[in-house]
């Protein structure tokens, strides 16, 4: 067996074995000096870990939940627990006019009673609302990932986002004791939080609109929330806000490869050539068919975790440069579709997938892999389609230990620097004479870049706020 693939089986070995986040009476995703970033719980996309199970007591019928009650924000005592700890530089919730506000939200839940917290995120001018909501389950990492994935695109359009504690607050008590100490959430109780909570959202009172104002919300997960998202899935079919609607109306999730039951509502499935590569993939095809309505959208170069951004990756714990890849820009392109699907009813257009060849000999990737070394088939970006580099996922990481490694790292030694690669990529950057064999000239690079980015944004796969993105890295580019 070759030594990527053991150090990717011994980073699930360690995320599996995890109780969900905080039950072990530590904080995952939170080292000595604060950095949190992308964990890897749920066992590298299954999405049948890190979730928790669905309550065993469901109606038969569609039944309505109660609303859960809802606290004045929560301004303190101390720091708030800062779940967005990944957004990039420059790019903070100010940048866009974003405001976050943090609420303590109880209720009953599988029997019991809870006490969670929720973060909204919206325009502080609520004229900008779309009326378009994001919602997540925050990852076990203690972070918001599908906001940190998506916040680009989120915040530029006005759409809000809000986040959902539904796993065990430990981590929050030892990050603020005098601010958390209330919180309490019991296993089992996951599926009717966020059944609640989404209602409460619908009602458009986190969000200071009437419900009028809020026109559709999107449930989105990744890795272990996408686990929690799959898991909550027959939930979905039963529960209904006071006045019999829906709670959510699509779903996304990602970092995930999973076969995911039909249901009545539209779901975006991404994908990442991790989940590819180990054949752990749903065959479901693509349907525009009511009660089948789905996409599965795998984008070429694209890994399970986000390495150009995360502070897990800062400075970068693996032994080869790692993967620039802008994660953002194409997950952000599934919510879009997501949104306009269930807001306009605008069907998403089809893709291709990944080309497999089975074969590991040959390239060492059971992925079919081109002439420069990335995937065949799936969906192109001029990262693959203009290459400078061969995007190589499962990384080893450097050995020794990268000095001044991220807090989080650097508290789990070699251990958390394995588990990190294993589910990162990097770029092998070409040679300056193969650059010059393949384009000439930087100026008839970036040209070709360009010209590739137009294509892509007119077939749907590319959206123009990430334009500039885009060329920005191909203006890095010299030779």
């Known amino acids: 067996m070759r030594p990527s693939r053991i150090a990717l089986i011994a980073a699930i070995a360690i995320i599996t074995v ?3 986040a905080g039950q072990d009476g530590q904080a995952p995703g939170r080292g000595q000096g604060g950095g949190r970033g992308q964990g890897g719980q749920g066992g590298a996309g299954r999405g049948q870990g890190g979730g928790q ?3 065993a007591n469901l109606p038969a019928t569609p039944t309505a939940v109660s609303l859960p009650t809802m606290s004045a924000e929560i301004t303190g005592p101390g720091p708030i627990f800062d779940s967005t700890p990944s957004l990039p530089p420059g790019k903070g919730l100010a940048h866009y006019g974003y405001e976050a506000k943090e609420y303590f939200v109880s209720g009953t839940a599988n029997g019991q009673p809870y ?7 919206k325009p502080a001018n609520g004229a900008r609302f779309t009326g378009l909501v994001l919602a997540e389950a925050m990852h076990g990492s203690g972070a918001a990932h599908m906001f940190e994935f998506t916040s680009h695109y989120t915040m530029s359009s006005g759409h809000a986002a809000v986040e959902i504690l539904t796993t065990s607050p430990m981590q929050f008590v030892q990050h603020n004791e005098a601010r958390y100490k209330e919180l ?8 009717d939080i966020l059944a609640q909570v989404g209602a409460l959202v619908r009602a458009g009172t986190p969000l200071g609109v009437g419900g009028a104002g809020v026109r559709k919300m999107v449930l989105a997960g990744t890795s272990q929330t ?4 799959i898991n909550y899935l027959p939930a979905h079919m039963v529960y209904r ?7 959510y109306d699509g779903f996304m999730p990602t970092s995930n490869g999973s076969t995911i039951q039909d249901i009545d509502v539209p779901i975006v499935h991404l994908p990442t050539m991790h989940e590819v590569s180990a054949a752990n993939i749903t065959r479901r095809q693509d349907s525009d068919e009511p009660g089948k309505q789905y996409r599965l959208y795998e984008f070429s170069g694209i890994a399970h975790v986000d390495t150009r951004d995360s502070v897990r990756f800062q400075p970068n714990p693996c032994a080869q440069p790692i993967s620039q890849f802008p994660l953002q820009a194409y997950y952000s392109v599934g919510l879009n579709h997501l949104l306009q699907w269930v807001d306009k009813g605008t069907a998403p257009p089809r893709a291709d997938r990944m080309w497999l060849d089975r074969n590991e000999h040959n390239d060492g990737s059971p992925i079919a892999l081109d002439e420069h070394g990335n995937p065949r088939g799936g969906i192109r970006n001029p990262y693959v389609d203009v290459p400078t580099a061969k995007y190589v996922i499962r990384p080893p ?3 020794p230990l990268v000095p001044n490694a991220n807090a989080w790292i650097a508290s789990r030694g070699m251990q958390g620097a394995t588990q990190m690669c294993g589910l990162g990529s990097a770029q092998l950057a070409f040679s300056q004479e193969r650059l010059k064999e393949l384009y000439k000239n930087k100026k008839n690079y970036v040209s070709l870049v360009e010209k590739r980015v137009t294509e892509l944004e007119k077939a749907g796969w590319s959206l123009p706020i990430y334009r500039d993105w885009i060329l920005g890295d ?6």
């Open 226 to 229: 996408a686990g929690i998202l």
């Open 53 to 55: 199970a669905p309550a």
């Open 241 to 247: 806000t006071p006045q019999m609607q829906r709670i």
């Open 184 to 191: 309490a959430i019991a296993n089992g109780q996951g599926n």
């Open 397 to 399: 990481a450097a050995d």
């Open 115 to 121: 006490k969670t917290r929720i973060v909204v995120r």
């Open 18 to 20: 995890q109780p969900l």
């Open 474 to 479: 191909a203006a890095k580019v010299n030779f």
